[in-house]
């Protein structure tokens, strides 16, 4: 799921930052591909029909045709409904879900094209194109976040949960590489600083400096000054009551007040131990507002990012059990 969401948003920014003469050779260029596509189709139907009325009208071949042996196209028809299903006759049939044909962001693929999924005569328009481009600053924003958020989270499941120590690094270099807000930045600093470390690459002197010097105040600061003190200094006391406060709250059946207290706390004790607490108490919180699926989403999000923790192996643990109660 991020590794699309990184990929598709990343190419709706690239085309954003074009020119606007940029953006319109770019979509000429991809229309002629979608022509050249579509004319090759035609070319492969057209020959197909030759040949099937060359069989009909030859005597020789009669019986051998698919369409003659009602053995075979029984058959035919029993596999097409174990793999289809019971599928009406309607333009799109293959498409289950037909709200996602022209969802904002993707450009029309050539088996879209040739099987008639994208609507021809509005992909070969320019302004098909120009008109989904998004302009709005709070669109872009959008976009740009959910971008960023995508690269961290993939930086950190690499990382933490499947050991791809080279594809972490990767992804929170990229991450780095879009200047992103601090959120996101600190963080993603921090992990690679860890990685480095643990490769004794000089490249973790740097970044070690960098969140000292320009994130002094930080936990992340802290823990790499003095890991020990870091681990029982009054922050993290102050975390700590602050998580009481907040269990109460869920206690007491104050969703709404827990998700807002969890979120806040994430953001100022980021760092601290005490983060994947706050991460399954605001999933229990979304459980009790949206129901199980969202419950399920939310449990999958802490067992993802926190796997090496009591908090993480909980979720996945309730997961489990949900998935026998459905």
């Given at each position: 799921?991020?590794?699309?969401?990184?990929?598709?948003?990343?190419?709706?920014?690239?085309?954003?930052?074009?020119?606007?003469?940029?953006?319109?050779?770019?979509?000429?260029?991809?229309?002629?591909?979608?022509?050249?596509?579509?004319?090759?189709?035609?070319?492969?139907?057209?020959?197909?029909?030759?040949?099937s009325?060359?069989?009909?009208?030859?005597?020789?071949?009669?019986?051998?045709?698919?369409?003659?042996n009602?053995?075979?196209?029984?058959?035919?028809?029993?596999?097409?409904?174990?793999?289809?299903?019971?599928?009406?006759?309607?333009?799109?049939?293959?498409?289950?879900?037909?709200?996602k044909?022209?969802?904002?962001?993707?450009?029309?693929?050539?088996?879209?094209?040739l099987?008639?999924?994208?609507?021809?005569?509005?992909?070969m328009?320019?302004?098909?194109?120009?008109?989904?481009?998004?302009s709005?600053?709070?669109?872009?924003?959008?976009?740009?976040?959910?971008?960023?958020?995508?690269?961290?989270?993939?930086?950190?499941?690499?990382?933490?949960?499947?050991?791809?120590?080279?594809?972490?690094?990767?992804?929170?270099?990229?991450?780095?590489?879009?200047?992103p807000?601090?959120?996101?930045?600190?963080?993603?600093?921090?992990h690679?600083?860890?990685?480095?470390?643990?490769?004794?690459?000089?490249?973790?002197?740097?970044?070690?400096?960098?969140?000292?010097?320009?994130?002094?105040?930080?936990?992340?600061?802290?823990?790499?000054?003095?890991?020990?003190?870091?681990?029982?200094?009054?922050?993290?006391?102050?975390?700590?009551?602050?998580?009481?406060?907040?269990?109460?709250?869920?206690?007491?059946?104050?969703?709404?007040?827990?998700?807002?207290?969890?979120?806040?706390a994430?953001?100022k004790?980021?760092?601290?131990?005490?983060?994947?607490?706050?991460?399954?108490l605001?999933?229990?919180?979304?459980?009790?507002?949206?129901?199980?699926?969202?419950?399920?989403?939310?449990?999958?999000?802490?067992?993802m990012?926190?796997?090496?923790?009591?908090?993480?192996?909980?979720?996945?643990?309730?997961?489990?059990?949900?998935?026998?109660?459905?």
């Amino acid at each position: 799921m991020y590794e699309k969401i990184s990929t598709v948003n990343d190419s709706i920014l690239g085309i954003v930052a074009m020119t606007e003469e940029d953006q319109i050779s770019f979509f000429n260029a991809h229309i002629e591909k979608l022509k050249a596509i579509q004319e090759k189709g035609l070319k492969k139907v057209n020959t197909g029909s030759a040949i099937s009325n060359l069989s009909i009208t030859d005597d020789s071949s009669k019986g051998d045709w698919y369409f003659y042996n009602i053995q075979t196209v029984g058959f035919g028809s029993q596999e097409f409904k174990r793999i289809w299903g019971n599928r009406p006759l309607e333009d799109n049939w293959r498409l289950s879900d037909k709200t996602k044909i022209n969802f904002p962001g993707f450009l029309p693929q050539e088996e879209e094209v040739l099987s008639g999924v994208v609507n021809n005569s509005e992909v070969m328009e320019l302004a098909y194109y120009i008109d989904k481009i998004p302009s709005n600053k709070i669109s872009i924003d959008s976009l740009k976040n959910n971008r960023d958020n995508a690269y961290f989270k993939l930086g950190i499941i690499y990382k933490e949960q499947f050991k791809e120590i080279n594809l972490a690094k990767n992804r929170l270099e990229k991450l780095l590489s879009f200047n992103p807000d601090v959120a996101f930045a600190l963080p993603a600093k921090y992990h690679l600083y860890k990685i480095y470390s643990s490769e004794n690459n000089e490249k973790a002197t740097s970044l070690k400096n960098d969140i000292i010097s320009n994130y002094p105040n930080s936990n992340y600061a802290k823990i790499i000054l003095n890991p020990a003190d870091a681990l029982g200094s009054n922050d993290t006391n102050l975390a700590e009551n602050e998580y009481v406060l907040v269990f109460y709250d869920y206690k007491d059946e104050n969703f709404d007040m827990v998700l807002k207290k969890s979120s806040e706390a994430i953001l100022k004790f980021q760092g601290d131990p005490i983060i994947p607490k706050f991460e399954l108490l605001k999933a229990y919180a979304i459980g009790k507002k949206e129901g199980i699926l969202a419950f399920k989403e939310a449990l999958n999000f802490v067992a993802m990012n926190y796997p090496n923790t009591e908090e993480g192996k909980k979720a996945l643990e309730v997961i489990e059990t949900i998935k026998t109660k459905i």
